[in-house]
């Protein structure tokens, strides 16, 4: 990636969706800018009133897995509202890592219908 690998900082998407470090400052003048751009994907599951919420953080995150090895920051989360799986968090590093995790979080949270 081209970004720098540290756990503190700010950072910013580029037009590449790659995080990219940069000052405090900077990072909030372009997330009040870019907040649409925030959002990796969103699925609002009405038939188990759950709704799964994808997102990029300007701030890096701890991971949930309890694996900090690696060094690339985690800037992007995945969340469950509602339903059996409510307030399940599960965290990424990458756009194409958030993507990928979304839709498995919604296939984890869909389970519940064959359950």
């Not at 590449?16 to 907040?35: G, I, K, Y």
């Not at 799964?52 to 509202?81: A, H, K, Q």
């Amino acid at each position: 990636m081209g970004y720098v690998k540290l756990h503190t900082g700010s950072f910013i998407l580029d037009e590449q969706r790659v995080p990219v470090q940069v000052s405090m400052n900077e990072a909030w003048l372009w997330h009040d800018q870019n907040h649409d751009k925030c959002t990796v994907a969103y699925t609002d599951l009405e038939a188990i009133e759950t709704t799964v919420s994808t997102v990029f953080f300007i701030r890096p995150m701890s991971p949930t897995d309890g694996d900090d090895s690696n060094p690339d920051p985690i800037l992007f989360e995945s969340y469950v509202f509602g339903g059996q799986y409510h307030e399940y968090v599960r965290r990424y590093r990458t756009w194409d890592e958030a993507e990928q995790g979304h839709r498995d979080v919604c296939r984890m949270v869909l389970s519940v219908l064959s359950n």
